[in-house]
Structures are given as structure tokens and as C-alpha cells.
């Protein structure tokens, strides 16, 4: 959540002209460099002071907050702190590395050596007080080894490591899935040296190379693409990729490929492999055979915060409601409650960053009049309870995309953190110029529920 300090006065802004533009500005203030993402109210806790800003109209540049352009004058906000405007820095650094990872040093060999973990963007060791078998077997499982074989090795065996010693006592079960969430009796060297540096072997490759799997996903659907090159596991670049790579990976995957989509951004968390951006290709050799995925390099501005995640479907056999990434109206034609389809299952749409943009590509993916698409609020009082999930929230659409999950910025409700309840399911209405009619969900009172699907 945003706030801004006037005249020794900390408070909110709020999120009516809210945007990435006046986010970047905050993010610049704070020492931040990288991309900005606006965030509507309701997504972080809102806060308890004055509502300062509204309408803030800033170009990217200012070095400021309060020197942005504003229609509303300091402290004359209506605003309720339910609109508290929100902010995400994203903190790109590809020579440091992501919180939780694990690598093997000292060897030579990406099977075995010192067990090294990243906190706080920085490389340190892991104290051998208390390290057993089933504290490597959660090592090697991190870096994708076949677990069972994995060996604790006690310190010293391959050189003595460098930095902090961030971990010590740890208690392990086996079954965890990273080192960070293994039971652990204190942080931090207590006493221990480099001299006991805990090391692994982890006995066997790890994947055939061109394998491909769906990590942390929703469904065995969906989740993050991963491919094994040079017997280890490593992720995929989302920049600049198609959703004929969807199609083709999700055929080799042994899923259906009806409305298989790309998303990047780490819809489904970072991966916390040792390689990472690597490039696929498809190879076709003609078009009777089936199209095959070949890793061409990496690209070198793509960390883990840009790992391509898939959207696949369940197999022809299995019967569906719907495909990946359809999308319908409840409750009307042309007017109505926005639900997409993920994995066969329909699901609502919370409204934080949505806007008019966000509406139009709806509107526009089910063949409606798009050019004065406009959000409708939902409300339960209005039109009654809702059965299925939330499927989406943090959908962010400039509004030339052909569809939904084709925008800029889209997150799974089920796999990120949210604040989104079916109070804050979104509607849209579909009119054209010639409709002036104001449309309300209570216009719909108790009708049945009648939707539209796209065909694409």
C-alpha cells in the first residue's frame, strides 16, 4: 500500500486514475529500477491515515509522488481506504539470485559438492550440526534429482565456503520441497565455521534431456514449464512466446492443446533451478509429423522473475465444461458476471487493476461490441450467490489483446495471494454507441444464468 508523507503527515492515495505510471514514480523514490505494476484498492490491508492524493496524472518521470499533476487538491480526497492505491516493484538483479535457492559448489560436478542457499539475494552455507540423509534428499529434490539416491555428506569434504553460514540444525522429514521449509532448531552459523560446510551427492541425472514438466501448478494441467538440457532441469524464457509453444508443448506433454496458453511474469512462482531463460524452439518437419521443442540458448535478460508458465488442457477423453480460456457472461447476452475457463472449470474475475480496458477485450473475445465496453460492479445483494471459484485476479489489459489471458498482467487466483472475495467479482457490459442505457446487475434480478463462449 502507498502512502505518501505532506507536511509530516503520512497517508493513503487513492486508486480512482490510479496507474503503472504513477507506481513507476513511487518505485523510482524508493530506489527501485525496474518495472512498476499499479495495484487497485483492496489488494494490500487498507490503511488508517488521511487519504491524501486522488487522481494523480503522473508522466513516468517526476522524481516524486507529490510533484505528479493532480485533479483533486492535497488532503480533499473522497476516497475511502477501501481504495488505498498499491504498488509492486519488481527487482530484476541477474548476477544475484532468488530467496530459497540451492546450488552445489566446490565439485566441479552438478551432482555433488557444498550445499550453498540463497537469503536475502546473497550466496551462503548450511552448518553440518544435525545434517542427514533426509536433509540432502530435499536438496537434490530442490534441483530436480531423483531423491531416493541423495547422500549427506558431513563438512570439509568439498572445500570450505565463503560468506555467511545461513542455516544450521536443520530437521528435515524428507518430503519438503524446498530446504526453507524444513523444520529447523536455529538460523544462522551458532558456533559452526566453514571447515563444516554441509555437502550432497545426489547420485543419479536428473532428467533425460528434452523432457518436459509442469512445476507448482493449480492442476497436473497447468504450472510452470521446465525442460531438462544437459541432464539438469532448468526453465523457460516467457518473453516473446507464442501460444503455437503452448500447443505443442502441451501435445508432448500428453495434455489437450484446445485453448493451451503462454503466460510469463512467474504466474506460478520462480523457479529456483540452476538454469534459467533458456530459449525453446519448434522444429517441424512437415505438416504430418508432430511438432518437437529443442532448447536454443538462453537469453540473457531473463531471470527467474520471467519463467513461462502453461495453460494446458485435460486430455480428448476427458468430457469438459469448458476450454482454457473461454469466456462467457452470466446473467445476459451482452451484460453480465465475466467467468473464464482454466483446466475445464469456470470461474469469476476479481476486479482489482481491472478496468474499462480489461472489459473491452471480454467483450471483444465474445464477438460483442467493444468500443464502449464498461466494468460493472458485482454485488451478492443484487444478484445473488455465486458457486464457482475465482479463477483470475490482477487482470490488466491495455485492450487491443485478443483475449483475456492474453493481457499484459494476469495472475491465478490459486496459485498467488490475493484479497479477493465474490463481492469482488467484475461484470462487464457490452454496448454499443447506441446504447445509453446504464446497465446494473439488478437490472438482472433473479434470471436464469445463460452465458457465451468463444469459439477461438
Not at 48 to 74: D, F, K, M, Q, Y
Request: overall charge negative; aromatic content about 6%; proline content about 3%.
Amino acid at each position: 500500500r502507498v502512502e505518501v508523507c505532506y507536511n509530516c503527515v503520512w497517508g493513503t492515495v487513492c486508486d480512482n486514475g490510479w496507474d503503472d505510471k504513477d507506481a513507476q514514480v513511487v518505485c523510482r523514490q524508493l530506489g527501485f529500477s525496474g518495472q512498476a505494476i499499479a495495484m487497485g484498492g483492496g489488494v494490500f490491508p487498507s490503511g488508517a491515515s488521511l487519504v491524501l492524493l486522488e487522481v494523480i496524472s503522473c508522466l513516468g518521470n517526476e522524481t516524486s509522488l507529490i510533484r505528479c499533476p493532480r485533479r483533486v487538491a492535497v488532503g480533499q480526497s473522497t476516497c475511502s481506504h477501501s481504495r488505498d492505491a498499491g504498488a509492486i516493484c519488481l527487482v530484476q538483479s541477474y548476477s544475484s539470485c532468488l530467496d530459497g535457492a540451492v546450488r552445489l559448489s566446490g565439485a566441479g560436478d552438478s551432482s555433488l559438492g557444498r550445499v550453498e542457499i540463497c537469503v536475502n539475494n546473497q550466496w551462503g552455507t548450511i552448518c553440518d550440526s544435525g545434517w542427514d540423509n533426509s536433509d540432502a534428499k530435499v536438496v537434490c529434490r530442490q534441483l530436480g534429482f531423483n531423491n531416493s539416491l541423495a547422500v549427506s555428506v558431513p563438512g570439509g569434504r568439498f572445500g570450505a565456503g565463503t560468506g555467511r553460514i545461513f542455516l544450521s540444525g536443520l530437521q528435515c522429514i524428507g518430503n519438503e520441497s524446498a530446504l526453507l521449509d524444513c523444520p529447523r532448531t536455529f538460523s544462522g552459523a551458532q558456533g559452526c565455521g566453514h571447515s563444516q560446510d554441509a555437502g550432497v551427492v545426489c547420485t543419479t541425472p536428473p532428467c533425460t534431456n528434452g523432457a518436459l514438466r509442469l512445476a507448482d501448478g493449480t492442476d497436473k494441467y497447468s504450472g510452470r514449464l521446465e525442460v531438462c538440457n544437459g541432464g539438469q532441469w532448468g526453465t523457460v524464457c516467457g518473453k516473446d512466446v507464442s501460444n503455437d509453444l503452448a500447443t505443442t508443448a502441451c501435445g508432448l506433454l500428453g495434455f489437450g492443446t484446445k485453448g493451451a496458453s503462454v503466460l510469463n511474469n512467474a504466474l506460478f512462482g520462480s523457479g529456483s533451478t540452476r538454469m534459467f531463460g533458456l530459449v525453446l524452439v519448434q522444429q517441424c518437419r512437415n505438416q504430418t509429423s508432430p511438432c518437437t521443442l529443442v532448447v536454443n540458448g538462453t537469453r540473457s535478460k531473463c531471470s527467474h522473475w520471467d519463467d513461462l508458465s502453461l495453460l494446458c488442457a485435460p486430455p480428448a477423453t476427458v468430457p469438459l465444461n469448458c476450454y482454457t480460456g473461454d469466456v462467457r457472461l452470466v446473467g445476459g447476452q451482452t451484460d453480465g458476471l465475466v467467468e473464464v475457463c482454466l483446466g475445464g472449470q469456470w470461474g469469476t474475475v476479481c476486479d482489482d487493476s481491472w478496468t474499462d480496458n480489461s472489459a473491452s477485450v471480454v467483450c471483444k473475445q465474445l464477438g460483442l461490441p467493444s468500443d464502449y465496453a464498461v466494468t460493472v460492479p458485482y454485488s451478492s445483494v443484487e444478484y445473488g450467490s455465486v458457486q464457482d471459484p475465482i479463477a483470475l485476479s490482477r487482470v490488466k489489459c491495455v485492450g487491443n489483446e485478443s483475449s483475456l489471458l492474453n493481457c499484459q498482467l494476469v495472475s491465478i487466483a490459486a496459485a498467488s495471494r490475493h484479497y479477493c472475495t465474490h463481492s469482488n467479482d467484475v461484470g462487464v457490459s457490452c454496448q454499443d454507441n447506441t446504447d445509453t442505457t446504464p446497465f446494473t446487475f439488478a437490472s438482472l434480478g433473479t434470471a436464469e444464468h445463460s452465458s457465451t463462449s468463444s469459439t477461438s
